[in-house]
């Protein structure tokens, strides 16, 4: 069977990111453009900043992935692209840029669902993966438990109610000083602190029983800060930082086995920003083996945003020939399962 060479961009947030992937397994280039210094000094991601930021870079950073691929357009058979969910200008940068590229080119569009993204990632670093499978995602915007039935074919088990993992994380950092982004700073400083030194609270929600809360962990941490701040008492950051973690991670842990157990699943992936966590790898990963569970989860470099995992995903819709038409939008709060925009 003939190669099939997928140029995937992605740009929902502050990476500015494509790559190339042949047959959504194989990646030939991985060129991540990322812009956390310049969101660094406001705390967090500036949109409108981040938009002019997609604009600057995003004709270099493809043709440096396919340069990095030994490729030129020709030898790509589709173009694929985030079209949400994300931020609306971030997203209509590379919606538009895609687009264009590749009417120019005269090559098929593939519009790809962010989190179809993350989990794609999977098949790139576990060759072996096939769906059905369950899989926790993990990132900035998103927590979601889904069962991946088949490629491109996704039941939502569970979902955030209030804050996104990576979000709680973020905010957290920022309360105790560690500054942006949160998520490698905690993870970080909880190794030198005790995860049982505050007793953070772990939410479950009444009757949806695999959906996760983090606004009211995120309130127990501040609260306590400013409980310290009242007593005149010195906050042990990597005692906060560890035992915030240990909440979050006992969270996702246990919604993910209870599901596991009650579906029979016999596979278990992680996937998004979150997943690079080493507390949450090793949690789930002891969970997993406990329960005869194989457990997969791609290297933190493909957990973050990234253009191959966006080629991975368009790869089966390719094969489907499941295209999108040049009508194509970015959609800021699109649903999983939701497809948009066919020729
Ligand atoms: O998937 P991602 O790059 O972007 C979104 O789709 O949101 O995820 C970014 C999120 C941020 O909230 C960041 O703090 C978090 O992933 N993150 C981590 C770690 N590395 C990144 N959270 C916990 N531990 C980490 N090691
Ligand atoms: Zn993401």
Redesign the pocket.
């Known amino acids: 069977m003939k190669d099939i060479n997928i140029l995937g961009i992605e740009s929902?947030?502050d990476?500015t990111a494509a790559a190339v992937v042949r047959n959504g397994r194989e990646v030939l280039s991985n060129v991540i453009n990322s812009q956390i210094e310049t969101h660094t000094i406001y705390g967090g991601v500036v949109p409108e900043i981040a938009s002019r930021k997609h604009i600057e870079v995003i004709v270099q950073v493809v043709r440096e992935a396919l340069k990095k691929a030994s490729m030129t357009i020709s030898d790509i058979d589709a173009v694929a692209v985030t079209y949400g969910p994300?931020l609306v200008g971030p997203l209509l940068v590379g919606v538009s840029y895609a687009k264009a590229y590749a009417y120019g080119c005269g090559k098929p569009l593939v519009g790809v669902h962010?989190i179809e993204g993350?989990i794609a990632a999977n098949y790139i670093d576990n060759k072996e993966l096939e769906p059905p499978f369950m899989c926790l995602i993990v990132?900035?915007?998103?927590t979601h438990l889904v069962n991946v039935r088949a490629y491109g074919e996704y039941e939502i088990l569970g979902r955030t109610m209030d804050d996104?993992?990576?979000?709680a994380?973020?905010k957290v950092?920022r309360a105790i000083g560690l500054g942006y982004?949160?998520?490698?700073k905690?993870?970080r400083a909880a190794k030198e602190g005790d995860p049982e030194a505050i007793p953070f609270p772990r939410a479950h929600i009444e009757g949806d029983e695999y959906d996760f809360s983090f606004s009211g962990l995120k309130s127990a941490v501040l609260n306590y800060l400013n409980s310290c701040e009242m007593k005149g008492i010195q906050v042990n950051t990597a005692d906060v930082a560890a035992s915030f973690q240990a909440a979050v991670v006992d969270v996702l842990v246990g919604n993910s086995m209870k599901a596991l157990e009650a579906h029979n699943a016999d596979k278990f992936a992680i996937a998004?920003?979150?997943a690079?966590?080493?507390a949450?790898r090793e949690a789930m990963e002891g969970a997993c083996r406990e329960r005869n569970v194989r457990f997969y989860r791609p290297s933190p470099i493909l957990?973050?945003?990234n253009g191959a995992m966006i080629a991975a995903a368009a790869y089966h819709e390719y094969i489907k020939g499941n295209f999108s038409g040049l009508s194509l939008n970015a959609v800021p709060n699109l649903r999983l399962g939701q497809k948009q925009n066919k020729p």
């Open positions: 929902s947030c990476e994300g962010h993350h990132s900035g915007g998103h996104a993992a990576g979000e994380y973020d950092a982004p949160g998520g490698p905690i993870d998004g920003g979150v690079s966590n080493s949450l957990c973050t945003d």
